[in-house]
């Protein structure tokens, strides 16, 4: 069956534009999860969905960074005033209940110049 | 605040012999997931471990868990070409189902 998707697979804008970063997750599994991976690290936690709404979204380094999953399966991740710092490869999991394994998605990849 | 450590990061294995990647987590917890990277790929789920005791095995690998050390083990048996990857094990605690902590990762060369 059809994985995690992600679009789009590559993003390169310019320092203080605004990004959307799409997830589709597996049919059916309720928790989406957003991590963050920089280059030569693991992936990085940023926010979880159970459902439409953010049950942990502890991760979000700061304000500028958003994310909605409003009918319970597709979820943006929205990058406002974007910064150098920010690049890196964007992935997102989901699973059919949050205590459940975790899929992950082919990326994003961003780059910010 | 859960903390992940692998060790070691990079491991450059021989052909045909044993070698094992250590994983350890500071938070009661007990489970443990596996993933394997490919270069310019996403993460693979190897294992999922869920309780104490608990040893998992899929061809040349073996995973097992000890919560009360809170110590995961990859065990990689007679190591060939294929299984030259990045290795990441991550955990959740009690109180954050789902919020993965991962480790740094280790990077495994097997060469000839």
């Known amino acids: 069956g059809a994985g995690v998707s992600q679009t789009p697979s590559n993003k390169v804008t310019e320092k203080g534009k605004y990004v959307e970063l799409r997830c589709d997750p597996i049919s059916g599994h309720t928790a989406l999860y957003w991590y963050r991976q920089s280059l030569g690290q693991g992936p990085e936690f940023l926010i979880y969905?159970?459902?439409?709404?953010?049950?942990?979204d502890s991760g979000l380094p700061n304000d500028r960074f958003f994310a909605v999953r409003p009918e319970g399966s597709v979820s943006t991740l929205k990058i406002q005033r974007t910064e150098r710092g920010d690049s890196a490869v964007y992935l997102c999991?989901?699973?059919?209940?949050?205590?459940?394994?975790?899929?992950f998605g082919p990326g994003t990849r961003l780059t910010v110049l | 605040e859960l903390k992940v450590e692998q060790n070691p990061l990079f491991l450059s294995m021989q052909e045909g012999k044993n070698y094992t990647i250590y994983c350890n987590y500071s938070?009661?917890?007990?489970?443990l997931y596996w993933y394997r990277q490919d270069p310019g790929k996403s993460l693979e789920s190897l294992f999922v471990l869920l309780s104490n005791g608990a040893v998992k095995q899929e061809g040349r690998l073996m995973a097992s868990l000890d919560t009360k050390a809170r110590l995961s083990t990859l065990h990689i048996t007679a190591a060939v070409h294929d299984l030259s990857a990045t290795y990441f094990c991550?955990?959740?605690?009690?109180?954050?189902?789902?919020?993965?902590?991962f480790g740094a990762g280790t990077q495994v060369v097997v060469t000839p």
């Open positions: 938070t009661t917890s007990d489970r």
């Open positions: 969905f159970q459902g439409t709404g953010a049950a942990d």
């Open positions: 991550a955990a959740d605690s009690l109180d954050s189902w789902g919020k993965f902590q």
């Open positions: 999991a989901s699973s059919l209940t949050p205590d459940n394994e975790q899929f």
